[in-house]
């Protein structure tokens, strides 16, 4: 049996190596620790270094597949410009073999030469005709435009001859002219006459005899007694109006309708022998 202070020294023994035993694990765990720290620095820092890589790659691919598309493009431009030196070369070749041939035949150079002098003379006299004939185009148009007015005023002034002849014929015959048309400008009843809106320039003519018309018929006749250039007066000739009947203002007013001879009505006549005594 041992005894208690061996014991003691024993157990402390143990406890010893096992503190010993302790400190080298944690040493041990401390230093894995580190060392797997630092490997999973180089882990981070080497996937960074692939993604970098991997990055690069991609951006060079791409690049390669851009440079392929354009050398491609380049390609077939030159098989295009290739096709148009060809059709130039050609060309070259006709104009070269036309040269030859106009080199070999000075006459029909010296010909297409006095050819191209006349067409460019023709040119020049084309050019004096085409202007000679626009001078030409406006002056008939100005002679024709001068031959419109004339013709205008031409029958203006046969309708003006006319219209003075059967004024004068109208004159002449004591009759106011045909076509007149006037309006009663107001009635003096007490006093027997009226006044028209219209005179000597409408073609009322003195002593000559008027009708009153209302709804298309006569209901008086009148004697022009004083004429002036654009009114008249008129006397009510005796008994050519109803009793019931009386003139209006507005009341239209025409030339009294003439016998078989061009003679002023009978009755008309009667009325103005009448007024005048």
């Given at each position: 049996m041992?005894?208690?202070i061996?014991l003691?020294?024993l157990?402390l023994?143990?406890l010893?190596?096992?503190?010993?035993?302790?400190?080298?694990n944690?040493k041990?765990y401390?230093l894995?620790?580190?060392?797997?720290?630092a490997?999973?620095?180089?882990?981070?820092?080497?996937e960074d270094?692939l993604k970098?890589?991997?990055d690069?790659?991609n951006?060079t691919v791409?690049?390669d597949?851009?440079?392929?598309?354009v050398i491609a493009g380049l390609?077939?431009?030159e098989e295009?410009?290739k096709?148009?030196n060809s059709?130039?070369?050609?060309?070259?070749r006709d104009?070269?073999d036309?040269?030859?041939?106009?080199?070999?035949?000075?006459d029909?150079?010296n010909?297409?030469?006095?050819?191209?002098r006349?067409?460019?003379?023709?040119m020049?006299?084309?050019?004096?005709?085409?202007?000679?004939?626009?001078?030409?185009?406006?002056?008939v148009?100005?002679?024709e435009i001068n031959?419109v007015n004339l013709?205008?005023?031409?029958?203006?002034?046969k309708?003006?001859?006319a219209?003075?002849?059967?004024?004068?014929?109208?004159r002449?015959?004591g009759?106011?002219i045909?076509g007149?048309?006037t309006k009663?400008r107001a009635?003096?009843n007490?006093?027997g006459f009226?006044?028209l809106?219209?005179g000597?320039?409408k073609g009322?003519?003195?002593?000559?005899?008027?009708d009153?018309?209302r709804?298309d018929?006569?209901?008086a006749?009148l004697l022009?007694?004083?004429?002036?250039?654009?009114?008249a007066?008129a006397?009510i000739?005796?008994?050519?109006m109803a009793?019931?009947?009386?003139?209006?203002i507005?009341?239209?007013?025409?030339?009294?309708?003439v016998?078989?001879?061009g003679?002023q009505?009978v009755?008309?006549a009667?009325a103005?022998?009448?007024l005048s005594?």
């Open positions: 041992f005894k208690p061996t003691n020294i157990a023994l143990i010893c190596a096992a503190g010993f035993v302790f400190f080298k944690k041990a401390e894995e620790v580190d060392n797997r720290n490997a999973l620095a180089d882990l981070a820092i080497s270094r970098t890589a991997t690069s790659y951006a791409e690049d597949e851009r440079e392929q598309g390609l077939k431009s295009g410009q096709e148009v059709g130039l070369e050609r060309d070259l104009k070269g036309e040269l030859r041939f106009f080199e070999n035949n000075p029909m150079v010909d297409w030469n006095d050819k191209v006349i067409a460019d003379n023709s020049d006299e084309i050019k004096v005709l085409d202007k000679e004939v626009k001078e030409l185009d406006t002056m148009s100005n002679r031959l013709t205008g005023k031409n029958n203006d002034l309708s003006n001859i219209n003075l002849k059967t004024h004068i014929l109208s002449s015959d009759r106011s045909n007149l048309k009663i009635v003096y007490s006093w009226v006044t809106a219209d000597d320039k009322v003519v003195l002593n000559s005899t008027l009153v018309i709804q018929e006569v209901i006749k022009v007694t004083i004429v002036e250039q654009d009114s007066s006397n000739i005796p008994g050519s009793p019931d009947t009386f003139l209006m507005g009341d239209l007013v025409v030339p009294a309708e016998g078989m001879n003679d009505p009755e008309a009667a103005s022998a009448a005594r």
